[in-house]
Nanobody, 126 residues
C-alpha cells in the first residue's frame, strides 16, 4: 500500500489542524494504521493507532485528550485531528500501515509497521 499524507502547516499554539493520509494500492481495511511524529535527532514517536475496524484507538499520553485518530475504510483514509496544539507538537508527522489478522489489534511501535508515508511537516509557533 502507498500512503500520502496532507494537511500539515504552520499554526499558532492553541490552534487546530487535521492531517489526512490516503492509501492506495492495497486493501485498506486489511491494515492497522498509525500516526507517528519525528523531530531532528529523536526517534520516531507514536502518536495514535487505530484498529482495522476503526472501533478501537489508542493515543500517546502526550496527546491524549487533544488528538484523535480515525479512519474511513470506504475512502481509504486515516485522519489525525489535532487541537490545542503546543510548540512541542512540532515535527514531521507520518502515517503508517501494517496488515494484521486481528480486527481489533492496535500497533504502537514503529518497528511493527511496514508501510510509511513521506510525512507532512507540522510547525506550532508559540
Amino acid at each position: 500500500v502507498q500512503l500520502v499524507e496532507s494537511g500539515g502547516g504552520l499554526v499558532q499554539a492553541g490552534d487546530s489542524l487535521r492531517l489526512s493520509c490516503e492509501g492506495s494500492g492495497g486493501t485498506f481495511p486489511n491494515y492497522a494504521l498509525g500516526w507517528f511524529r519525528q523531530t531532528p535527532g529523536k526517534a520516531r514517536e507514536f502518536v495514535g493507532g487505530v484498529s482495522r475496524s476503526g472501533n478501537s484507538a489508542i493515543h500517546a499520553d502526550s496527546v491524549k485528550g487533544r488528538f484523535t485518530i480515525s479512519r474511513e475504510n470506504d475512502m481509504s483514509m486515516v485522519y489525525l485531528q489535532m487541537s490545542s496544539l503546543k510548540p512541542e507538537d512540532t515535527g514531521i508527522y507520518y502515517c503508517a500501515a501494517q496488515t494484521t489478522m486481528s480486527l481489533i489489534v492496535i500497533l504502537t511501535q514503529a518497528t511493527e509497521y511496514t508501510y510509511w508515508g513521506q510525512g507532512t511537516q507540522v510547525t506550532v509557533s508559540s
